[in-house]
């Protein structure tokens, strides 16, 4: 049987696809690796449940702390040797979260590029390789990062006046912030390393050929407004967090990502920008137990020079882009 299958079907049926490879993804996946973390480590999905009882607890009491979203997940976080009898557990439920959510995604987005397009491989090479592409690219998120700091501090302090909404809003922010302290609880530089790799690389590839590569490519090809089209990919990836305290940060993340491979037409710019951005993030919560959007020591000297060079940045880009394509 010759493919691609679907690469002449309608923009609904490649949506439909997309989604349903996702979900069979994020159950099978996960159902692989537990059943090597049980063989190999002893730790079944029986124990990873009481990781997670032990960990919603701790949400509703740091939810009680009357702390931000930030340091009621280090409160809950610091509590958790005290609640947790067997803490290497933790250990094992951390590395399976990351390995599960990253491979899923990566597992997703191949298989669908396989089905859909004739040459697959393309998607991710379609041209040849620009070291002054992929360095513009590298540096235009540098560039952005004292506006995503401005944006991640007003995200954090959003009024919520209506308490129960507020707490619906807080539960699963703190609840991810303390697994996310989990991950950055890095005692090596080795451990650093494959942090790197798998939060900093591999995320960023496997969301890439998911949300960009993949939706992206679909509402662009449906004929959408192209700006309309990005703006959709980026809000659903920010949705698909989960988390509203960091929900218009990752937007304004998935709109540069989603803008930089258009005007690039090359997915290994954005998966260079967004494996930067992760990177940086894991190896600044590494040297101050820290791992939030805030830049400090911001002003707004420094936010409209970032602007300005930013500018200069994308208009470099969208000339190589058009000059590629010619």
Same mark, same amino acid.
């Given at each position: 049987?010759?493919?691609?299958?679907?690469?002449?079907?309608?923009?609904?049926?490649?949506?439909? #696809?997309?989604?349903?490879?996702?979900?069979?993804?994020?159950?099978? *996946?996960?159902?692989?690796?537990?059943?090597?973390?049980?063989?190999?480590? +002893? $730790?079944?999905?029986? +124990?990873?449940?009481?990781?997670?009882?032990? !960990? /919603?607890?701790?949400?509703?009491?740091?939810?009680?702390?009357? %702390?931000?979203?930030? /340091?009621?997940?280090?409160?809950?976080?610091?509590?958790?040797?005290?609640?947790?009898?067997?803490?290497?557990?933790? *250990?094992?439920?951390?590395?399976?979260?990351?390995?599960?959510?990253?491979?899923?995604?990566?597992?997703?987005?191949?298989? $669908?590029?396989?089905? *859909?397009?004739?040459?697959?491989?393309?998607?991710?090479?379609?041209?040849?390789?620009?070291?002054?592409?992929?360095?513009?690219?590298?540096?235009?998120?540098?560039?952005?990062?004292? =506006?995503?700091?401005?944006?991640?501090?007003?995200?954090?302090?959003?009024?919520?006046?209506?308490?129960?909404?507020?707490?619906?809003? =807080?539960?699963? /922010?703190?609840?991810?912030?303390?697994?996310?302290?989990? $991950?950055?609880?890095?005692?090596?530089?080795?451990?650093?390393?494959?942090?790197? %790799? $798998?939060?900093?690389?591999?995320?960023?590839?496997?969301?890439?050929?998911?949300?960009?590569?993949? #939706?992206?490519? !679909? %509402?662009?090809?449906?004929?959408?407004?192209?700006?309309?089209?990005?703006?959709?990919?980026?809000?659903?990836?920010?949705?698909?967090?989960?988390?509203?305290?960091?929900?218009?940060?990752?937007?304004?993340?998935? %709109?540069?990502?989603?803008?930089?491979?258009?005007?690039?037409?090359?997915?290994?710019?954005?998966? #260079?920008?967004?494996?930067?951005?992760?990177?940086?993030?894991?190896? *600044?919560?590494?040297?101050?137990?820290?791992?939030?959007?805030?830049?400090?020591?911001?002003?707004?000297?420094?936010?409209?020079?970032?602007?300005?060079?930013?500018?200069?940045?994308?208009?470099?880009?969208?000339?190589?882009?058009?000059? /590629?394509?010619?």
């Amino acid at each position: 049987m010759n493919r691609p299958f679907f690469e002449n079907s309608s923009t609904w049926v490649k949506l439909a #696809l997309l989604v349903a490879i996702s979900t069979a993804a994020l159950v099978l *996946v996960p159902l692989l690796i537990m059943g090597i973390f049980q063989w190999c480590f +002893d $730790f079944s999905a029986v +124990d990873l449940n009481a990781v997670n009882e032990i !960990i /919603e607890e701790l949400t509703k009491i740091s939810m009680n702390s009357g %702390l931000s979203p930030d /340091e009621a997940a280090k409160y809950g976080f610091d509590l958790l040797p005290q609640y947790l009898p067997n803490y290497q557990h933790m *250990v094992y439920a951390k590395w399976f979260l990351i390995l599960s959510n990253q491979l899923s995604l990566l597992t997703a987005g191949s298989i $669908f590029l396989w089905i *859909v397009y004739k040459k697959p491989l393309s998607i991710i090479a379609s041209r040849p390789a620009n070291v002054k592409m992929y360095a513009l690219s590298a540096v235009l998120l540098l560039l952005v990062m004292p =506006l995503v700091g401005l944006i991640g501090e007003w995200n954090r302090n959003i009024y919520i006046p209506w308490q129960s909404l507020q707490n619906w809003l =807080l539960a699963p /922010e703190i609840q991810s912030g303390i697994y996310t302290l989990s $991950f950055t609880d890095i005692h090596s530089l080795g451990e650093l390393t494959l942090m790197v %790799l $798998f939060i900093g690389v591999v995320t960023a590839i496997a969301e890439e050929l998911v949300f960009r590569a993949g #939706l992206q490519n !679909i %509402l662009l090809q449906s004929k959408m407004n192209t700006h309309l089209a990005i703006f959709v990919g980026a809000t659903l990836f920010s949705l698909i967090h989960f988390q509203f305290y960091g929900f218009f940060v990752r937007l304004l993340l998935g %709109l540069v990502l989603g803008y930089l491979y258009y005007w690039s037409k090359d997915i290994r710019s954005s998966m #260079l920008a967004h494996a930067l951005n992760n990177s940086l993030a894991i190896v *600044v919560a590494y040297k101050t137990g820290s791992m939030t959007d805030e830049i400090p020591d911001q002003n707004n000297l420094i936010l409209l020079i970032s602007t300005a060079l930013s500018a200069v940045v994308v208009w470099q880009i969208t000339t190589i882009g058009k000059a /590629e394509k010619n």
